[in-house]
């Protein structure tokens, strides 16, 4: 009892600690027993054929999670069992288990897994990336579909392409044949053409936005351990991701309800009859006003978490396509020659290089498709079983975290020949697409819950890259040669290059 009473006595901070430390006792001895009875224990029943199981990832090697599992596959297989903390996890690199997945047993595959950081900056229910499958993913993911990046809206946003990228050749030409970082101006020049198809012209926050998001998505690339402890959630609000969070969800709030209020403003004031010059924020506060929402009712809070999904999936994944296709043909300058002497050839005279041009450009078109191939964006699918099932001959459980390594399969040689070289000409007679028909190469995904941006992304990378390419003649900086380029990739959920990409550029003079 007079323990008790002293115990109450004690103010409260002096609590905390000893309580916040047993709780961090019992998590690192939960964490010691999972490490080291990983290689005995198997959670997985017994399939038709035994699953290898390899251990913990933490366990497994460095460098970027995708390049790890292909290492894995060489020796154990295309589909390997492993564990995350607490979370199983099943590695898929091979195209015919993939095909399996998620085009056999779609319907068991739709579920992503919850990423507890992007839970926090939710406004309401979340959007398309993030939300279960079901009647409201189905409803918010046809409005993206058939209106947002609709092929239609993907080509009313060509002006804003062709301005955004003039700017960016003006930005090189101004390097005046000095060493500059190419990757910065290609994410800064893409982060601008989001944002303006997001927010319109004026959004004076612009730059604060897109900062924030930056900050946001390193974070959510480093390993957190209640990611894969969900027992130690609390451990969020102790380092502070809590808090900074609900910071950056204040930011977005911020932000996007002033644009909002503004943009309902000038839509009253103004007659319906044009919509090309709409951002995504106009369309829905259209279809919210017409009640043209497929009985999907938006709140301002809907709409910002829709609006967040295009923000998040389009800043970062195709302008780090870009860099890979710059990275690719300064290493290759063979292939570099041969996409400007299509081009200066059939452009004699113009400046620049408009959306109209590309579709002349068939070889430009092959390079594209072979960065996908070597470098996807997003190297891993994830998906989520609902239920028990059997892929490949193997067991896998529900609820387990399935990584389908796109990477993997871009780099197969039962797939490819050479598969490690660049080699955009092997394209050219291909009937392989890009949007999740062939497994060979999956960029975007593939069915229900494939990209539904790549269309927004392909136009814009072609644009990009034609005019670098078309306007400029190109060395890496400090005379290093082509061999010398180093192409290691970083960790993260877009892989992107370890290293800027340093060059120098000289202004190719057209001559009519
Ligand atoms: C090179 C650029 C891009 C790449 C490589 C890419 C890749 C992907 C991949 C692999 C998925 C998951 C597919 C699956 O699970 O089968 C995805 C989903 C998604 N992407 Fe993209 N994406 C790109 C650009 C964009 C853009 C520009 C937008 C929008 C402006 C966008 C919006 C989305 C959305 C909303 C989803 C979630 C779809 C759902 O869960 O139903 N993406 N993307």
Redesign the pocket.
């Known amino acids: 009892m007079e323990r008790l009473s002293l115990l109450c006595s004690l103010p409260l901070d002096d609590l905390l600690l000893p309580f916040v430390l047993s709780l961090l006792l019992v998590f690192v001895a939960k964490a010691f027993h999972y490490a080291h009875s990983s290689r005995r224990v198997t959670t997985l029943p017994p399939g038709p054929k035994p699953l290898p199981f390899l251990g913990n990832l933490h366990q497994l090697g460095r460098g970027p999670l995708h390049a790890v599992l292909r290492d894995l596959a060489r020796t154990y297989g295309p589909v390997c069992h492993l564990k995350a903390g607490l979370i199983t996890v099943i590695s898929v690199t091979s195209s015919e288990a993939a095909k399996e997945i998620l085009r056999a047993q779609e319907r068991n595959f739709m579920e ?1 897994p919850k990423l507890p950081i992007f839970e926090m900056i939710r406004f309401d229910r979340g959007s ?2 993030f939300n279960p499958y079901g009647e409201y993913w189905r409803k918010v ?1 046809k409005i ?1 579909v058939m209106e947002l ?1 609709s092929p239609s809206r993907v080509r009313g946003f060509g002006s804003l392409r062709e301005s955004e990228i003039s700017n960016l050749v003006e930005s090189v030409k101004r390097t005046s044949g000095l060493p500059f970082d190419v990757s910065e101006m290609i994410f800064s020049c893409a982060n601008s053409v ?1 944002s303006k198809a997001t927010f319109g012209h004026n959004c004076k926050r612009q730059e604060e936005f897109v900062s924030a998001i930056k900050e946001q998505q390193s974070l959510a690339a480093q390993f957190s351990l209640p990611e894969v402890f969900p027992f130690v959630y609390f451990l969020y609000h102790l380092d502070g991701t809590s808090a900074k969070m609900s910071h950056f969800q204040a930011v977005y709030n911020d932000i996007l309800g002033s644009v909002i209020a503004e943009r309902r403003m000038r839509a009253k004031s103004l007659d319906h009859s044009s919509s090309c010059e709409e951002n995504f924020i106009d369309v829905l506060l259209r279809m919210k006003e017409s009640a043209k929402t497929g009985a999907l009712s938006i709140n301002d809070n809907t709409l910002k978490d829709i609006v967040m ?2 923000l998040i ?2 800043s970062d ?2 302008p780090t ?1 870009v860099e890979w296709a710059m990275s690719e043909l300064l290493k290759n300058p063979c292939v570099m020659k041969k996409a400007q002497t299509e081009m200066r050839d059939a452009l004699k005279g113009k400046d620049t290089v408009e959306e109209s041009d590309l579709e002349e450009f068939q070889y430009l078109k092959q390079i594209v498709k072979e960065t996908f191939r070597l470098h ?3 190297a891993l ?1 994830a ?1 989520v079983p609902e239920e028990d099932c059997v892929v490949h001959g193997y067991n896998i459980p529900k609820g387990s975290r399935v990584l389908i390594s796109t990477w993997s399969m871009g780099r197969d040689p039962n797939n490819w020949e050479n598969p490690e070289k660049f080699e955009p000409e092997r394209n050219l007679d291909s009937s392989l697409d890009l949007v999740g028909n062939h497994f060979e190469i999956l ?5 229900k ?5 790549a269309g ?2 392909v136009a814009s ?1 072609e644009l990009m890259l034609a005019n670098l390419v078309y306007c400029f003649d190109w060395e890496l900086a400090d005379g290093l040669g082509p061999d010398g380029l180093d192409m290691t990739e970083a960790p993260g959920m877009v892989v992107r290059r370890r290293n800027p990409l340093l060059v120098v550029a000289t202004p190719h003079h057209v001559t009519a």
Request: contains cysteine; positive net charge; glycine residues 16%.
């Open positions: 992503r398309v990336g993911r993206c990046l989001i999904d295009m999936a389009g994944t195709w396509a996807p964006p997003a699918l998906r960029p975007f995904g593939s069915g819950r494939a990209c539904p941006g927004f992304a990378i």
